[in-house]
T-cell receptor
Framework: IAGITQAPTSQILAAGRRMTLRCTQDMRHNAMYWYRQDLGLGLRLIHYSNTAGTTGKGEVPDGYSVSRANTDDFPLTLASAVPSQTSVYFC?????????????FGPGTRLTVL | GQNIDQPTEMTATEGAIVQINCTYQTSGFNGLFWYQQHAGEAPTFLSYNVLDGLEEKGRFSSFLSRSKGYSYLLLKELQMKDSASYLCAVMDSNYQLIWGAGTKLIIKP
């Protein structure tokens, strides 16, 4: 069982380019999340999905979009990348959106926008 | 606004005990989580507190006081592999996790 996988592991991207970060989980979790982690700041929620077919905005959604066509996949798209989107991106999942259910994290994607 | 505060960095000696504090101000409270994150890796779950008191799990314990908006993570018998960042996160009234910036723990021999 792989848990959560993310691709690519790292990427250098020119500003203005479109980029999709992939996230797949095999735990049949209902909820999935995208976070960014920047030095000196806590993890910040970009978008989330409580169940397949639904998505919601987190704390920092601008410049990002997501889709949740099925339970397993939750891609994050940067329509036109900007240098401020340079960050480490973590995908996470949990069995349910709230309560005691732990969020499990993927290995992360390190994105550099030049 | 919502705020989670924890020290930026702490240093401790192998075999000793260290306490990492976390204070929070959030819109609602549905539990407090501690995660461990080694450099270059993903955060991994350590503990969850929703009621006041101490939760013990092996060498790690976590304490919560909801009235004071305060938690701590206690690590005993420190090992070199405990060198990592420790993240405090609170689940708010919307069931979203609000994260602190993390405490980098350095263990010295």
């Amino acid at each position: 069982i792989a848990g959560i996988t993310q691709a690519p592991t790292s990427q250098i991207l020119a500003a203005g380019r479109r980029m999709t970060l992939r996230c797949t989980q095999d735990m049949r979790h209902n909820a999935m999340y995208w976070y960014r982690q920047d030095l000196g700041l806590g993890l910040r929620l970009i978008h989330y999905s409580n169940t397949a077919g639904t998505t919601g905005k987190g704390e920092v959604p601008d410049g990002y979009s997501v889709s949740r066509a099925n339970t397993d996949d939750f891609p994050l798209t940067l329509a036109s990348a900007v240098p401020s989107q340079t960050s480490v991106y973590f995908c996470a999942s949990s069995d349910s959106p709230g309560g005691t259910d732990t969020q499990y994290f993927g290995p992360g994607t390190r994105l550099t926008v030049l | 606004g919502q705020n989670i505060d924890q020290p930026t960095e702490m240093t401790a000696t192998e075999g000793a005990i260290v306490q990492i504090n976390c204070t929070y101000q959030t819109s609602g409270f549905n539990g407090l989580f501690w995660y461990q994150q080694h450099a270059g890796e993903a955060p991994t779950f350590l503990s969850y507190n929703v009621l006041d008191g101490l939760e013990e799990k092996g060498r790690f314990s976590s304490f919560l006081s909801r009235s004071k908006g305060y938690s701590y993570l206690l690590l005993k018998e420190l090992q070199m592999k405990d060198s990592a960042s420790y993240l405090c996160a609170v689940m708010d009234s919307n069931y979203q996790l609000i994260w602190g910036a993390g405490t980098k723990l350095i263990i010295k021999p």
